[in-house]
């Protein structure tokens, strides 16, 4: 069973660099050929694909937010990472990790989510 876990501040300031990490049990991020993704949800709005990292290190990008968006992984503790620079308020979200098979679509496992909230 695959689990995936967010972790990170839950408090950003405008202004700054929001970084959160996935941490994955049950299975490798190198495994052939998963896609493992950064996705999030704004109070009342839909699901938000941010970018993701391939099972070989290749990052995707959405392109609304690709000058923003950083995505990293640490193959040795089998986490993933997120970075968004230059938050505002607009990005008070929910922010999801997930994985989904030879894509970076249909996800089969997701994290439980974790809120992040910009404010000064």
């Known amino acids: 069973q695959v689990q995936l876990q967010e972790s990170g501040p839950g408090l950003v300031k405008p202004s700054q660099t929001l970084s959160l990490t996935c941490t994955v049990s049950?299975?490798?991020?190198?495994?052939?050929?998963?896609?493992w993704s950064w996705i999030r949800q704004p109070p009342g709005k839909g699901l938000e694909w941010m970018g993701a990292?391939?099972?070989?290190?290749?990052?995707y990008y959405n392109p609304s937010l690709k000058s923003r968006t950083s995505i990293s992984r640490d193959t040795s503790k089998n986490q993933f990472t997120l970075q968004l620079s230059s938050v505002t308020p607009e990005d008070t979200a929910v922010y999801y990790c997930?994985?989904?098979?030879?894509?970076?679509?249909?996800?089969?496992?997701w994290g439980q989510g974790t809120q992040v909230t910009v404010s000064s």
């Open positions: 997930a994985r989904a098979p030879n894509s970076v679509v249909n996800y089969d496992y």
């Open positions: 049950g299975g490798s991020i190198t495994t052939n050929y998963y896609y």
């Open positions: 990292i391939a099972y070989s290190g290749s990052t």
